[in-house]
């Protein structure tokens, strides 16, 4: 079964700072990754995904995430957080391999707050 | 593009009543889902369709909810009789081709409020 961990419930970081938001996954194959933003009262917008190819995927809003596979990692970053950044990130992932129709399996989210 | 078009944006509904979200996907996508977001739960998926067909339920709560997708631009999830424990934010989101990694949008959401 796949499964997806954001070990931290809340991240802070001061802006102009570089931000990490993490991200753990477990499938029996090659996964399809992707990250979320959710806004106050809004809904999931998509951010960036990886399929296949360079481990480094760059997303919206500067946005980047970086693929490790021997870590099982998926982890979001951006050079320098921006206030407007605050907002609660979801981390995904689906197992394209076990066949039929798959579900994706989302974290818990993790909550980022940007301190001027 | 529009986007995925949920409907109502808010509702606040008493106990007893039936509830009725709808969703309009983003044009030619082939897979509909419907999640549940809650604080204690995160978000959930309760059903998904591809080419209007129900695929899985497996995670509507129970039988107090159901969901239909008449036509290929038209969803709706339904509970009746609404619990106040039913109050969440219920999403609409839609992908083309899903199996193949594509994204899935989301809507806006639908905030339910039971009293």
């Known amino acids: 079964a796949q499964s997806v961990a954001q070990p931290e419930d809340q991240v802070n970081v001061a802006e102009g700072n570089p931000l990490t938001v993490k991200c753990t996954y477990s499938?029996?194959?090659?996964?399809?990754l992707f990250w979320y933003v959710q806004y106050p009262n809004r809904g999931l917008q998509f951010l960036l995904k990886?399929?296949?190819?360079?481990?480094l995927v760059k997303g919206s809003y500067g946005f980047e995430a970086e693929f490790n596979k021997s870590q099982t990692s998926f982890h979001l970053k951006k050079p320098s957080a921006l206030v407007s950044d605050s907002a609660l990130y979801f981390c995904?992932?689906?197992?394209?391999?076990?066949?039929?129709?798959?579900?994706?399996?989302f974290g818990t989210g993790t909550k980022l707050q940007v301190i001027p | 593009d529009a986007g995925v078009i949920q409907s109502p944006r808010h509702e606040v509904t008493e106990m007893g009543q039936e509830v009725t979200l709808r969703c309009k996907p983003i044009?030619?996508?082939?897979?509909l889902f419907w999640y549940r977001q809650t604080m204690m739960r995160g978000l959930e998926l309760l059903i998904y369709?591809?080419?209007?067909?129900?695929?899985?339920d497996s995670g509507m709560p129970e039988d107090r909810f159901s969901a239909k997708m008449p036509n290929a631009s038209f969803s709706t999830l339904k509970i009746q009789p609404s619990e106040p424990r039913d109050s969440a934010v219920y999403f609409c989101?839609?992908?083309?081709?899903?199996?193949?990694?594509?994204?899935?949008?989301f809507g806006e959401g639908s905030w339910l409020t039971v009293v």
């Open positions: 989101a839609s992908s083309l081709r899903w199996y193949s990694g594509n994204t899935i949008y």
């Open positions: 499938v029996s194959g090659n996964p399809y």
């Open positions: 990886y399929i296949t190819g360079d481990n």
């Open positions: 995904a992932v689906r197992d394209p391999v076990s066949g039929g129709y798959q579900k994706v399996t």
């Open positions: 044009s030619g996508h082939d897979y």
């Open positions: 369709f591809n080419n209007n067909v129900p695929i899985d």
